[in-house]
């Protein structure tokens, strides 16, 4: 038997007794999340031996599912689609100009997007986040993993919201993760190799590689694991620990780290004291749940109005043949005739009433809003779309920001840092790295349903103000001198989605502008030239 190190003993426990306490904290959330799940068809097939907690139930409406499905969709086409170019990078110094006043930062932003955006094409990125939009929006917490795989590739894996536990910090960002989660023994050894404990090596020896292993990946800051003389126990020295345990072995076998959080966790809503968020179908759920009962209903009393039950003679009992043409040989004077019973039930008040509700659930699952996206309307003017769509739009707007915060950003920062340590994107010049340090690197969700929502509000503002000057200078033409007509054409025109490349500069535009006033400058000294020559002329015409 081989002695244990101390550390890892005690390195293990702190895991341990960490996990117990996440469990505890997960557990109140677990029923109603699974349930979301199960009724909207969300992972109830998921490969998990059968011991999943989400189960298929029946379903007697399918409007739920319809409107998730829409829903998702919806979000995946507007905002994070590989069709189109979805998110900008915009950076902030420490005196909080922006990019536009950072010279380079403009053409390397562009540069740093088009790279992010032709390696997420080429990847799992797409079908990664889907899945992880549909967790989030079914259940309310979603976990994506962006792994550094081989030859530089980088691999997204979102995980299942059964097998992950977090928590947060003093600030209410994720900073801990725990992933418990089972795989084959053959396919631990290829993945971690003579790393494993000797017990699990000695099952693919023993021909037992097929059986399932269950492991825990920890993932949290280095100092939240100290020994009982306040050492830190972790080897890494990275800012973020990573621990791998096999409960075959009971042993700590693989310490590493990260310079940054490494999964992006997102809470579609956040409420409440917990860590794990809020969801637009558990918010309806119980709403969901009527709908199902309802419908249920509607089904049988239909049952009976077409297939009634009957009133027949106990000596044809086995011997009634209902089918359709079916024959029936008896003396009907001594047996009498089977009877139907009258089941004619008025199910139009329960039409209605499943119709309500089905509007009801559509509309608080945004599907109305993205059914408005997605129609072409031509009755209606341009204006009257836009404002329409504005409208609803101004409803999803907190949580597409929530989404932007917790969900987009993590995940672009992390493929930027590991495309930039792979040298797959080039180092920002030193003049920007001068210029931004300290500052504020933001990535802004850019697709047509980030544009619209930005359009809406930003040119309803540009819009009105216009039209306010305009009155204005209706009494006095000076007042124009107030707007900065420059900096308004920047804003509109970057509202409208216009690509950062195609947007000159501003120390370019200035130099253009001064090229320009030299030359208006050259042609007003050219015409007093020509002009004091013309009048020259004339007095020396006269005196002649």
Known sequence: MKNKDPKKEQLKESILATLA???????PTESIRWEACSLVKHRTH??????????????????????????????????IS??????????????????????????????????????????????STHLATKDSFVQGTSAEFIIDGKDHQIVYDTIDPTEFYIR??????????????????????????????????????????????????????REDALSQKGEILFSTKKPYASVHYSYVGDEV????????????????IINGTGPYGSSPIIEIIEEIKKLNKMSLLYMTAADKNANPPIFAPEILKGRLNLNPGGINYANLKSTGSPELFPTTLDLSHLYLAIQTKERDIEQALYTDLFSILMRQEQVRTATEVREIKGEGL??????????????????????????????????????????SEAGIVKVELDGPLAQNMKAYHQTTGITQGLEALAKVMELNQDSVVNIDFDKLIRIAVSSGGM??????????????????????????????????????AQRNGKKL
């Open 21 to 27: 306490d996440m469990v505890e904290v997960r557990t």
């Open 46 to 79: 998921a490969f998990n031996l059968g011991s999943s907690p989400i189960k298929a139930i029946p379903l007697y409406s399918n409007k739920a599912v319809e409107a998730t499905n829409t829903s998702v969709n919806g979000i995946m086409g507007y905002l």
């Open 82 to 127: 590989q069709n189109i170019r979805w998110f900008n990078v915009r950076t902030k110094n420490k005196n909080f100009e922006d990019s536009d006043e950072i010279y380079g930062a403009k053409d390397y932003m562009e540069l740093v997007v088009t790279t992010i955006l032709n390696m997420l094409s080429q990847c799992n990125f797409y079908a």
């Open 168 to 221: 947060e910090d003093e600030n209410r960002k994720v900073d801990t993760f725990f992933r418990v989660y089972e795989i084959p023994a053959k396919t631990a050894v290829k993945k971690w190799g003579n790393k494993l404990p000797k017990e699990v090596l000695d099952m693919i020896k023993n021909g037992s590689g097929h059986q399932r292993i269950k492991f825990i990946h920890a993932i949290y800051p």
């Open 253 to 268: 076998f693989l310490e590493s780290g990260f310079d940054k959080f490494p999964v992006a966790i997102h809470r579609w």
């Open 394 to 435: 101004v409803l999803l707007s907190s949580i597409i920001g929530n989404l932007q915060e917790e969900k987009i950003t993590p995940l672009i920062m992390r493929t930027y840092n590991l495309m930039l340590s792979s040298g797959l994107i080039k180092p920002p010049s030193e003049e920007l790295k001068e210029a």
């Open 499 to 536: 690509p950062q490349s195609v947007i000159r500069e501003k120390s370019e535009v200035k130099k253009i502008k001064a090229a320009q006033m030299e030359a208006i400058k050259a042609q007003q000294k050219n015409e007093q030239i020509q002009a004091q020559a013309a009048l020259d």
